[in-house]
Each structure stands twice: as C-alpha cells, then as structure tokens.
C-alpha cells in the first residue's frame, strides 16, 4: 500500500463548477499537510498548509483535514480556466531532523471556459 | 527574483556522461531538498541537507548519485555515468532554518535531463 493515494484524473470541469480533490495516506504519523499546483512544466507552487483536523479558507480554495480517516482533500469554487493545471497532496511526519514531503502523484485537473 | 534558482533549465546528455544540477535556495534559507518527478509520477525526496551537512539521503540511490550544499555557493546534485533511466525533473526545494516555520518548502522550477 502507498503512503499517499490520489486519483491521477483527468479531471474535466465547466469554468464556474466546485471542483474536489481528495487524497487518503496510510501513515497516522503524518501531521502536516500542503497542496501544490503544478502548471506543466513548471515548478509546484504552494497553494495550501495545515496541520490539524478541520477547515482552511483562502481566497476560492478551502482544504480540509480529516486525521481520524486520514483523508485530505481540497475544495477550487467557481473555478476558472487559469486552474486548469495538475494539484499535488503532500505531507510530512513530525519527525525531527528530516522534513522530507511524501507526494501524492497528482491529479490532473481542466477549466473548460 | 527572490525565488528558488535552479539550473541549467533543461540538460542534455548521453549515456555514461555526467549530469551537474545546481540550486540556489531562497534568500535566507538554509534548507535544501532535492526531488525527482518520473514522467506520470509523483514527486520523490532524494535528499536534505543543510549547509556542509547531508541530515537525510534515504531517498538517494546509492550508486552513481551524490548532492552537496557547501558552505558557500549553490546545492549541486550530481549523477555519474547517466542513464536512460535517469531522465527525468529534477526539483529543488528551500525552507527556512529551524525555528522560522520550517513546515512549508518552496519549489523551484527544476531542471529537466534528457539521456540519449
């Protein structure tokens, strides 16, 4: 079993829809948690941090946490066609002296204007 | 731009030839972490190092891979007697030091090498 599970996708919307993206990890050792944004050929840009169970906002893009179910995902609303790249799930362990991300494989998202 | 600076942005070279990638991390951070991302795949964490010290290679194959943040100058990773197999992104990462919100790295826009 991998450590981080995301559905690669393609994923396909209309501009102006609620797109979510989820992502589910094995290890509870896992206690802080991004979501990147990766235009192609680009480097990944980093969108949302959290490290507890609940609810994030910014701006259109709210991430959430479920630790008991281990289970990330982020919410786009009124999505527009400049997000239209691939969103990658990352986590880290609360271990000292190694702040290595583990990286979900990324789910490839399209804005149809 | 006070970004993460990597280069070259793309890297040509040819089988048993070696690759030099180099990183300039944020200003004022002195945390380096090197990925690769494999065509369809995820990122994968090579290594972390702090100035003059590798903290963690787990990621790193152990032959023909090395990496370096010396005291002064850019993180080079270096890969020896390239193969096929090693093409692929290769994405640097800085965070801040230890104390100043390390939980957040930031990614540069990576070097793609090519081995034909």
């Known amino acids: 079993q991998k450590e981080v599970e995301q559905d690669p996708g393609p994923l396909s919307v209309p501009e102006g829809a609620i797109v979510s993206l989820n992502c589910t990890y094995s290890?509870?050792?896992?206690?802080?948690f991004m979501w990147y944004r990766q235009y192609s050929r680009k480097g990944p840009e980093l969108l949302m941090y959290t490290y507890s169970s609940g609810n994030k906002e910014d701006g259109r893009f709210t991430a959430q946490v479920d630790k008991s179910s281990k289970y990330i995902s982020l919410f786009i609303r009124d999505s527009q066609p400049s997000d239209s790249a691939t969103y990658l799930c990352a986590m880290r362990k609360s271990q000292g002296g190694s702040e290595k991300l583990v990286f979900g494989k990324g789910t490839k998202l399209t804005v149809n204007p | 731009n006070a970004g993460v600076m990597q280069n070259p942005r793309h890297l040509v070279r040819r089988r048993g030839q070696e690759a030099r990638l180099r990183c300039s991390p944020m200003k004022g951070h002195s945390h380096v972490y090197w990925y690769r991302q494999l065509p369809e795949e995820g990122l994968k964490f090579m290594v972390y190092l702090q100035k003059e010290n590798i903290i963690d290679e787990s990621g790193m194959p152990k032959e023909r891979f090395s990496a370096e943040f010396p005291k002064e100058g850019p993180s080079i990773l270096r890969i020896q007697q390239v193969v096929r197999g090693d093409s692929a992104a290769y994405f640097c990462a800085s965070s801040p030091p230890t104390g100043e919100n390390t939980d957040t790295q930031y990614f540069g826009p990576g070097t793609r090498l090519t081995v034909l």
């Open positions: 290890n509870s050792a896992f206690q802080y």
